[in-house]
């Protein structure tokens, strides 16, 4: 059984950072896609990056130059490492195993942590 476990999150001023885990188990994770979405009160869930199983990485534009997502194969962890946070980059945030589809969308994903919550403070 796979099983995906946020972790990492907390509350930062605006300008500072943070470094979120996702643990994944059941699966080999040098072969699977792993991406970051988050999701704010009120609104869908959202694409923040993806790493693929050849270490390519893709961001989405509103956090380009401020995230980067690395990944240890020998962990089977995915890391979203946050600077220059801003109030808006508060959500709480999801990694999930991609399965096929659109990469932005959440509904390419088969496998979902349960999510850690980021607040950023102004």
């Known amino acids: 059984q796979v099983h995906l476990v946020e972790s990492g999150g907390g509350l930062v001023q605006t300008g500072g950072s943070l470094r979120l885990s996702c643990a994944i188990s059941?699966?080999?994770?040098?072969?699977?896609?792993t991406a970051w979405f988050r999701q704010a009160p009120g609104k869908e869930r959202e694409f923040v990056g993806i790493?693929?199983?050849?270490?390519?990485?893709i961001y989405a534009d509103t956090v380009k130059g401020r995230f980067t997502i690395s990944r240890d194969n020998a962990k089977n962890t995915v890391y979203l490492q946050m600077n220059s946070l801003k109030p808006e980059d508060t959500a709480v945030y999801y990694c999930?195993?991609?399965?096929?589809?659109?990469?932005?969308?959440?509904?390419?994903?088969?496998?979902w942590g349960q999510g850690t919550q980021v607040t950023v403070s102004s």
């Open positions: 059941g699966l080999t994770l040098s072969t699977y896609g």
């Open positions: 999930g195993v991609y399965r096929v589809g659109s990469y932005t969308y959440s509904s390419a994903y088969e496998y």
């Open positions: 790493t693929w199983s050849g270490s390519a990485v």
